[in-house]
């Protein structure tokens, strides 16, 4: 009964390839965001995502592109993979109440080399 | 400016002790929302506590504690009675707005060590 699943959790692949994670939760929930950890272990927002609204890191190159099925599904397509996309990728997601508390997927660790 | 600032990259505390982790923040959204997210080293990011900033109280979760000095812009986190799997990665993060698709940001964490 995972809430916020993605698959893979490792991917590892050379750079220049286009790679896809797929997000999906099962809370009911009706917005998901990707955030991108680096090596750091600094969280940064990509993008969020309801069913109306899509917004954009404006630092978010555009070989990132969100692609959502249905409100359960967020997946993230990266083109043309470079070394420094390597991090870990989460996914969360969240109910657009007053709290608005989000609950993060265990994360997919991509490496290009 | 950085909107949320975790000035202890690291902190060590005793087993059974308790230990606050700072955290500030910097808004001029009157509504707002701090988070505190705890990712030990399997990786995974776990939801511990929230506050609001209309909020009258601070907030309590089990050991958690969040002092929130609304004045002074500061969310920091109590865990009492430290536990070794209290050895983790914390996040202090902050929502702007009422509702909406409204993204976390981040500060760069404190990774505590429980000493038995």
């Known amino acids: 009964d995972t809430a916020v699943s993605q698959t893979p959790k490792y991917l590892v692949t050379q750079m220049g390839n286009d790679k896809s994670i797929k997000c999906e939760q099962n809370?009911?929930?009706?917005?998901m965001y990707w955030y991108k950890q680096d090596s750091k272990k600094f969280l940064k927002i990509m993008f969020s995502y309801n069913n109306k609204e899509l917004i954009i890191n404006e630092t978010v190159p555009n070989r990132f592109s969100p692609k959502s099925p249905d409100k359960a599904h967020l997946n993230l397509h990266i083109n043309s993979l470079e070394l420094g996309d390597s991090a870990v990728y989460f996914c969360?997601?969240?109910?657009?109440?007053?709290?608005?508390?989000?609950?993060f997927g265990p994360g997919t660790r991509l490496t290009v080399l | 400016a950085q909107k949320i600032t975790q000035t202890q990259p690291g902190m060590f505390v005793q087993e059974k002790e308790a230990v606050t982790l700072d955290c500030t923040y910097d808004t001029s959204d009157p509504s707002y929302g701090l988070f505190w997210y705890k990712q030990p080293s399997s990786g995974e990011m776990i939801f511990l506590i929230y506050?609001?900033?209309?909020?009258?109280q601070n907030a309590t979760e089990g050991r958690y504690s969040l002092n929130f000095q609304k004045a002074r812009k500061s969310a920091n986190l109590v865990i009492s009675a430290s536990q070794l799997g209290d050895s983790a990665m914390y996040f202090c993060a902050m929502r702007e707005g009422r509702t909406g698709a409204n993204n976390l940001f981040f500060g760069t964490g404190t990774r505590l060590t429980v000493i038995p």
């Open positions: 809370l009911g929930h009706d917005t």
């Open positions: 506050q609001g900033s209309y909020d009258q």
């Open positions: 969360a997601s969240s109910l657009r109440t007053q709290r608005n508390e989000q609950f």
